[in-house]
């Protein structure tokens, strides 16, 4: 199994950035497909972007588009987050998510993701 853990929440204001990272162990991660997925208080778990095997397609919410990026860096079992242009509305709790899959397309379905990282809180002040 692949083990996940992010790092790089944090708090910041309306208008500004941060990176999310995601360090995955116990298998190369090129096996899975790879999410970012949030949770604000109250509500359920949101995929906000996703990105395929192997990396080359992206797939982003329409709450993110145009302001949040993700990438896979294989060599390095990294997955990472840039959000950019932040809002109030993106505080969450931020998880970077696995899914051991055989094709090379985004995955957005949450129930095919089997493997999860703790967490990492992200507040937007406004």
């Known amino acids: 199994q692949v083990q996940l853990v992010e790092s790089g929440g944090g708090l910041s204001h309306t208008g500004g950035s941060l990176v999310l990272s995601c360090a995955a162990s116990?298998?190369?991660?090129?096996?899975?497909?790879m999410a970012w997925v949030r949770q604000a208080p109250g509500k359920e778990r949101d995929v906000v972007a996703a990105?395929?095997?192997?990396?080359?397609?992206?797939w982003y919410a329409d709450s993110v588009k145009g302001r949040f990026t993700v990438s896979r860096v294989d060599i390095q079992n990294m997955f990472y987050l840039q959000m950019d242009s932040l809002k109030p509305e993106d505080t969450a709790v931020y998880y970077c998510?696995?899914?051991?899959?055989?094709?090379?397309?985004?995955?957005?379905?949450?129930?095919?993701?089997?493997?999860w990282g703790q967490g990492t809180q992200v507040t937007v002040s406004s």
């Open positions: 998510a696995a899914a051991e899959v055989v094709d090379t397309t985004p995955v957005t379905e949450l129930s095919q993701y089997a493997f």
């Open positions: 116990g298998r190369p991660v090129n096996r899975y497909a």
């Open positions: 990105i395929s095997r192997i990396g080359g397609g992206e």
